[in-house]
């Protein structure tokens, strides 16, 4: 069984910043890509940005240039370094490990007030 647990979220002035953390635990065998998706109130759930084992990333457009995906490969753990946060950035921020299996987080919540 693989733990994912994500840390890092609260609330934040526009224009801010937060770092979020996910670590995953247990019987992991290799690690894939990791990524964070988010869902805000009312909306289907969307990825943000995801990073493969060899460090390649992906972001949504509406992200680029303001966050930055990274993982360390050691701890298990990848991280979102969010920048020049907006409102429309509030919503619950989830983890994705792919592993033999996609595995997800509970969430941390994210709010952005104006």
């Known amino acids: 069984q693989v733990q994912v647990v994500e840390s890092g979220g609260g609330l934040v002035q526009a224009g801010g910043s937060l770092r979020l953390s996910c670590a995953a635990s247990?019987?992991?065998?290799?690690?894939?890509?990791m990524g964070w998706y988010r869902q805000a109130p009312g909306k289907q759930r969307e990825l943000v940005a995801i990073?493969?084992?060899?460090?390649?990333?992906n972001y949504a457009d509406s992200v680029k240039g303001r966050f930055t995906i990274s993982r360390d490969n050691a701890k298990k753990t990848v991280y979102l370094q969010m920048n020049s946060l907006k409102p429309e950035d509030t919503a619950v921020y989830y983890c994705?490990?792919?592993?033999?299996?996609?595995?997800w987080g509970k969430g941390t919540l994210v709010t952005v007030s104006s």
């Open positions: 247990g019987n992991i065998f290799s690690i894939n890509g």
């Open positions: 994705k490990v792919e592993e033999l299996r996609d595995y």
């Open positions: 990073i493969s084992k060899g460090s390649y990333t």
